[in-house]
Structures are given as C-alpha cells and as structure tokens.
C-alpha cells in the first residue's frame, strides 16, 4: 500500500473514532405517567406564555408516554380545567401519577426530575394552606407594618420548603429562588396602589421607609425570561410609569402608553419582545387605536410565532370593531328563560361579563346599580352575564345583591360570545347600539363618571 493510501486509511479512520465516541446532545425529555378519573382524554403541555406546544394523548388505559423537544424551563400541564406546573430540561425522564378528583393533593413524580417537580407540587400545597392570608382581598387592605411582617413571613416559609430539597438540580433551584424572590417584590411593589383601591383611598402613599421594590431594578434579564414572576415583576415596574403618563394625560390610549413604556424603558430585544407580546396577546382587546397599536407590535417582535398570535389576535379583534354586528348569546335568566341579542334590539345594550369570586367586578355592583336607576326610562337596556362560576353562587349573590337589571349565567367560559370578543379578563364591558352595532367592545366601567355622560348623549 503507497504512503499516500495508508495515510489516508488513517485519516478516514481516525473521522469514524470521533464520530463514534461524539454523541449527539439530547434535546427531548421523556414524560409519561397514569392519570386517574381524567377529564379529557388529552393532555396539553403550555409553555411560560400559556400557548399550547404539544398535545399528550391517553391510552385506553389512561397511561401516556411522549417524547418531546424541548428547551428547559417551566411549563404547565393541563387535563380539561385542572393545570399544573412543571420544570422540565432535556435528559429527564418524569413518570407523573394523578387523580382528577384530587388533583394537588394526589399529584407524585417518579424518575430523573422528579425531586424538582415533587417539590413544585408540594409549594402548591403550600400556597393552598396559607388561605386568605395569600389572597390580595385580605393582605392589600392590612396596614403597612402589618402587611411587611405578613409578606416577609411567607416569603420565609416558601424559601424553607426549598432549602429543605435534597440532590435537586442545581440550576433549577436558581431559577426557583429567582421566582421566589420576585414573586415577593411584586407583592411589595404593588401594595401602594391595591391599598388605596380595596381602601377606596385613591390618594393613599406609603411610608418613607416602606421598601422599594424597583431599587436594583434589572431591565434586561434575558436569561430569566421563562420566569412567569420575572416577567411580571417587569410588568409592574412600567405599570407604574404608564400610570403616572395616564394621570397627567388622560386622553392616552392604554395600549399605546404600554408598548411606548416598552419601547423607551426596555433596551434589550428579547425582553422588548416577551414583554411586548403579552400586551398583544393580552391587552389588544383594550386599545381605541388598534391599526396602530399592531403597526407598534411588529415593530417590537421579530419572533415569528409570537407574530402570528399577534396577528390572529387583530385580525379577531377587526371583526369587532366600532360599527360591526355584534356576535350573539343565547343564554338562561335567573327565571329560565332564555335571552340573546335579537330580543333587546330597539334599544341600546351595555354588557357586564362578571364572576361572583371577582373582587374588581363586586366593586362596580354598586355604580352599576346606580347606572340602571339613572337610566330607568330610557332606551337602554342593562346586562350581567357571569361565568367561570357555579350557578348556585350565581343565584345567591343575585339574592344578596339584589342585583337588578338583566341576570344571565354562562355555563361555558369558551361559548362563541366570550372568544369573539376574546374575554381574557373580567371584569369586561361592552356597549351596543339599537341595532345590536358596536359602539365600544372594551367600554368604560360604571364607576368612570365619564360612562354616564356617554350613555346620556345615546339617549336623549
């Protein structure tokens, strides 16, 4: 054999030993599990942003097994109405074992990862023993020595149940310790403007030394991007600015002030873009200048699936626009009888999308009741429709409040109406005109003076 053709044997050989000792990286984990009394026979996996990334299929037997590509981070986990929250990564290998019926308290990991999500399942636990002591309604209204000592005490027993964690993964106990810590400055960061609104006493500062959650600020995080508290936390930092913009200019547009905030405060592109693409998925729905609004959209947001979420966001939104019909409801009275649209045409409609367990939706019962009086005789008709609830606490809150008007239960939060008009929060108001035409599908609440000036330039 030449010189030449040894070498060359050599060399093809020494390309097929590296090749064979060089592994591809895994970018999948393995999740399967056994799920008891589901509800559906699918599972969603929803990344940080709440999108669906991949639909898990039961067997007969209600057992899974799925591969799935993924980047590491938390996730949720839903079976119909159920949801929980997982950490995943490539290389792990989770075995997760549930009872619909029981849900939290049955939920158990077995398998590379497990430590991690055992633990998840167990802060939910937690947060479910900790009562009214975590529910913003009981917290917010304490005064302020009393709500520091209340804040710093949970936040204390939250990070002991993580200290407590043996061999869990390093990097996630990072990422938990991160969420935690700004799961915290938010609640101290947004006690200021809950106080004064659960106390009515809009003018309502805190202290000198109330602490302040925006002093080692860090604008450009990227690597904390997955974290739904992170986020957040951004969130409540430009709420603030867009606040103090809208007080001193009250004809600002709320979207347009958000994505403005985003655009002056925010220099790093991912964080713009995450922080901007939760205002277009989220808030679209609130704008009066919607062309412009997703003009800014695409001007902050290069990721093209975020783009199309965007866009099927304003395309939904076009066709309820000022002067379209108005999409119908067919729906159930306190009395049984049924009631849509078509039988409140002559009359303007003004809609109220409510839930007895929203505090923000209780607070308007009183105007609204005040709104219906002022307008007794005139050409305007008054509808409640709630939903996300149970009807028994529907019909006893209709007795408590006395509510009045038109009383109506959704028994399906996903009925037609609800994602036409893309509900994704409440509590929502809609105003109609006599022929059942848009006027405002994001309009104002009745506790804005400005509605009932509105409503009298409709009718007279």
Known sequence: MSQKNILCSLFIGLLLLVACQTKAPINYTILAGEIKNPISDTLKLLNHNRDTIHTIILDEKNKFQDTITISEGYFKLSNGKEITTLYLKPTFNVHLFLDNELFDESLKYEGQGAVANNYLAQKVLLEESFGELNFYGYYAKLEEKKFLQLADSLYQVRKDLLAKQNDIDPHFKFLETKY????????????????????????????????????????????????????????????????????????????????????????RPKVREVLAYDVGKYDLNETKQLDAAYKKLQSLIQNEAYLKVIKEKYTAMKKIAKGTISPNFELENEEGELINLANLKGNYVYIDIWATWCLSCRREIPDFKQLQQTFANKPIKFVSICQKDTEEKWRKMLKEKALTGIQLFAPDKNMPFFKDYAVNSIPRFILLDKEGKILDANALRPSDPSLETILINLVN
């Not at 600020?217 to 809208?246: D, H, M, P, T, W």
């Not at 547009?253 to 958000?258: H, N, P, R």
């Open 180 to 267: 935690l810590h700004y799961q915290h400055l938010i609640r101290i960061a947004d006690y200021e403007g809950m106080h004064g609104y659960l106390t009515d006493n809009r003018d309502f500062k805190v202290s000198a030394n109330f602490p302040d959650a925006f002093a080692d600020i860090n604008l450009g995080n990227e690597k904390l991007l997955g974290l739904a508290a992170y986020v957040r936390f951004l969130e409540s930092y430009l709420s603030q600015i867009n606040q103090k913009k809208i007080k001193a200019d009250k004809e600002l547009d709320f979207v347009m002030t958000k994505l403005s905030s985003i655009e002056e405060e925010i220099q």
